[in-house]
C-alpha cells in the first residue's frame, strides 16, 4: 500500500467517475499516484528517445 508524500500515512485507493485515485485520511486531501506518474513520463520518455532516433540521418562519412 503507497503512503503518503505529506505525511507518510497509509493512502486507500478510491474509485470516482470512473477514475481511479488515492485519498490521505489523514490529510484528508486526495493525492497523485506518484508511481502512476513516473510510469507515464517514463512512456512518454521512451517514445521521445523512439522517435529521435528513428527520426535521425545518419550519413556515413567515407574514409
Request: aromatic letters at 4%.
Amino acid at each position: 500500500m503507497p503512503n503518503c508524500p505529506c505525511c507518510s500515512g497509509p493512502l486507500l485507493h478510491h474509485v470516482r467517475r470512473s477514475k481511479t485515485y488515492w485519498f490521505c485520511p489523514e490529510c484528508h486531501q486526495e493525492m497523485p499516484s506518484l508511481e502512476q506518474i513516473i510510469q507515464q513520463k517514463s512512456r512518454s520518455h521512451h517514445r521521445m528517445n523512439d522517435r529521435n532516433i528513428s527520426g535521425t540521418n545518419l550519413k556515413v562519412q567515407p574514409a
